[in-house]
């Protein structure tokens, strides 16, 4: 008995230092699960499912994140069509825009706002730069796919973005902050709750908690070119992932969206003919409201030989704010 009492708190005294050393592993595990050592993005899911997934992997967008397949390369003679995104150009223009200006992104305001890139606009006096901003979302699980220009019969056109629960082609155009080129890697959707990534937001981690870690490959645009297809613009045609989303149910801008655009187009500072490419606000950090009862519908898919492109700088009347009674339009 008394070697018994001599010698077993020895295997005890073991048995907890690995119970101790078996809980320190487990939580430095859980530790590193919510920071970086994800096996996959879950942002991952903003890209639709696809059953074609058969796309050559050549010509991929730089900083583009891993995704179900790969880019495939458009030929040189390839034009951007309606029937590539489910919209149709809102703008068009006799020579490509300038390349993306560098800007910081504002602090995201709270719980269920989507970062919404800035991007080139034009109309008859030149391009001019509509800024990046923080938009409410319309609806749960909202996505927000870009605009971008891309080329059709000789001029470029511009594909103003729309609302949906996928994201859809937007040229692949890197425009940082989550928007690779394919898909959005800024976030997501879990149930009601939008999740932030904070390796490409800017997130106040006091104000707002669903956030994660998650890095992306290069997570900037490094060519900063702004427009698809043509000489010198990117090389990439739609995605099975990107295809099936023209069928998806959608919502088109917001009535907010396109006052912000108004906005930035009184501003004589935002056009490059005044800034030379580097506009005076980049960014606005007062966000967007989201309209009310905005839900979205299945939309015809319009057809590229039925809408030819705009003239250069028009811009449909449709869905523009009303004016004002003391308000002339233009």
């Given at each position: 008995m008394k070697s018994l009492a001599r010698f077993s708190p020895l295997p005890i005294l073991a048995l907890a230092v690995a119970l101790v050393a078996a809980g320190c592993h487990g939580n430095h595990q859980n530790a590193s699960a919510d920071t970086q050592n994800m096996s996959q993005d879950?942002?991952?899911?903003?890209?639709?499912?696809?059953?074609?997934t058969s796309a050559s992997?050549?010509?991929?967008?730089?900083?583009?994140?891993?995704?179900?397949?790969?880019?495939?390369?458009a030929p040189a003679s390839y034009e951007s069509t309606p029937e590539d995104t489910?919209?149709?150009?809102?703008?068009?223009?006799?020579?490509?825009?300038?390349?993306?200006?560098?800007?910081s992104q504002p602090p995201c305001p709270g719980d269920g706002y989507i970062w919404t890139p800035g991007y080139w606009n034009y109309e008859?006096?030149?391009?001019?730069w509509v800024p990046g901003v923080w938009t409410r979302a319309p609806f749960v699980g909202a996505l927000w796919t870009p605009p971008y220009w891309g080329i059709?019969?000789?001029?470029?056109?511009?594909?103003?973005?729309?609302?949906?629960?996928?994201?859809?082609f937007y040229g692949g155009i890197n425009y940082g902050f989550g928007y690779t080129g394919l898909g959005y890697h800024g976030g997501y959707w879990n149930t009601d709750h939008f999740y932030y990534n904070r390796t490409v937001n800017n997130i106040?981690?006091?104000?707002?908690h669903n956030v994660y870690n998650y890095r992306i490959v290069n997570t900037t645009n490094i060519t900063r070119v702004s427009y698809n297809g043509g000489a010198g613009g990117i090389a990439v045609r739609p995605r099975p992932e990107e295809i099936v989303t023209v069928r998806e149910p959608r919502a088109p801008r917001m009535n907010t969206q396109i006052q912000h655009v108004e906005m930035a187009r009184t501003d004589h500072n935002q056009f490059v003919a005044v800034n030379?490419?580097?506009?005076?606000?980049?960014?606005?950090?007062?966000?967007?409201?989201?309209?009310?009862?905005?839900?979205?519908?299945?939309?015809?898919?319009?057809?590229?030989?039925?809408?030819?492109p705009a003239a250069?700088?028009?811009?449909?009347?449709?869905?523009?704010?009303?004016?004002?009674?003391?308000?002339?339009?233009k």
């Open positions: 879950p942002a991952d899911a903003n890209l639709a499912p696809a059953s074609d992997a050549t010509g991929a967008p730089v900083g583009a994140a891993p995704a179900t397949s790969t880019a495939q390369t489910g919209e149709q150009p809102v703008a068009s223009a006799p020579q490509p825009p300038p390349e993306l200006p560098e800007y008859a006096t030149g391009y001019f059709n019969r000789g001029v470029y056109v511009l594909f103003p973005g729309h609302w949906g629960t996928h994201i859809g106040n981690t006091t104000v707002i030379h490419g580097r506009p005076a606000t980049p960014v606005v950090e007062r966000p967007l409201e989201a309209d009310r009862d905005v839900r979205p519908e299945v939309r015809p898919v319009p057809h590229a030989e039925e809408h030819p250069h700088g028009a811009r449909p009347e449709e869905r523009r704010p009303p004016a004002r009674p003391d308000e002339k339009r």
